[in-house]
């Protein structure tokens, strides 16, 4: 089964300044077919589901501020928020898709300075 | 816009079988791929399994596989999760989801959540 960890667990950022958030998976999970990486990005807000971000490592869901962007290839991969906004606070995970069982990173939590 | 919507019992019996179902609007069941999710009090996101239309494909996760069965009923565009001989750590909230197909496998709706606590 392929491991994800996230780094780090908790960051607290002020506004306006940027915010990473890093992930790294225990295999490959670039497909070497298509030269593409199952790797998703989900922010998760108090009391609600979480929300898909980003998808195959860099490409932004429809309606997704583009503050938002990801990064990264093979086993190493970057969630970035430029500027950061009171809105963002939120937990932030990551997902590989590249084989079952699916696993998310255990989870970052982004709070305001 | 797909609209996914979890209900049932919000409180079991360790022993006993959780049931939930998943109703879904806005779009067939019998296309893309249905998960089920969830997600012990403050704690991160553990898939639970997925069922593909109507059940040509299921795959489970294998901590949990020897407990849960994913069904789906197109007729109500709804799909369910059985998980058996509960305890105390099946507790958590669950989430439906949809992913797009068997290669993008991210979850790109989901339910607002259910939470079932496992208790006597």
């Known amino acids: 089964d392929i491991v994800m960890t996230q780094s780090p667990d908790s960051l607290v950022v002020s506004l306006g300044e940027r915010a990473t958030i890093n992930c790294k998976s225990s295999?490959?999970?670039?497909?070497?077919?298509?030269?593409?990486?199952?790797l998703a990005w989900y922010q998760q807000k108090p009391g609600q589901s979480p929300k898909l971000l980003i998808y195959r490592a860099s490409t932004r869901e429809s309606g997704v501020p583009d503050r938002f962007s990801g990064s990264g290839s093979g086993t190493d991969f970057t969630l970035t928020i430029s500027s950061l906004r009171a809105e963002d606070v939120a937990v932030y995970y990551c997902?590989?898709?590249?084989?079952?069982?699916?696993?998310f990173g255990q989870g970052t939590k982004l709070e305001i300075k | 816009q797909v609209q996914l919507q979890e209900s049932g019992p919000g409180l079991v019996k360790p022993s006993e079988t959780l049931s939930l179902t998943c109703t879904v609007s806005g779009g067939s069941i019998s296309t893309y791929y249905w998960s089920w999710i969830r997600q012990p009090p403050g704690k991160g996101l553990e898939w639970i399994g997925y069922?593909?239309?109507?059940?040509?494909?299921?795959n489970y996760n294998p901590t949990l596989k020897s407990r849960v069965t994913i069904l789906a009923d197109t007729s109500k565009n709804e799909f369910s999760l059985k998980l058996d001989s509960v305890t105390a750590a099946d507790t958590a909230v669950y989430y439906c989801?949809?992913?797009?197909?068997?290669?993008?496998?991210?979850?790109?709706?989901w339910g607002q959540g259910t939470l079932v606590t496992v208790s006597s």
């Open positions: 069922i593909y239309s109507s059940g040509r494909s299921i």
């Open positions: 997902q590989q898709y590249y084989s079952p069982p699916y696993s």
């Open positions: 295999q490959n999970v670039l497909y070497s077919s298509n030269n593409k990486n199952y």
């Open positions: 989801a949809r992913a797009l197909d068997g290669f993008d496998y991210y979850f790109d709706f």
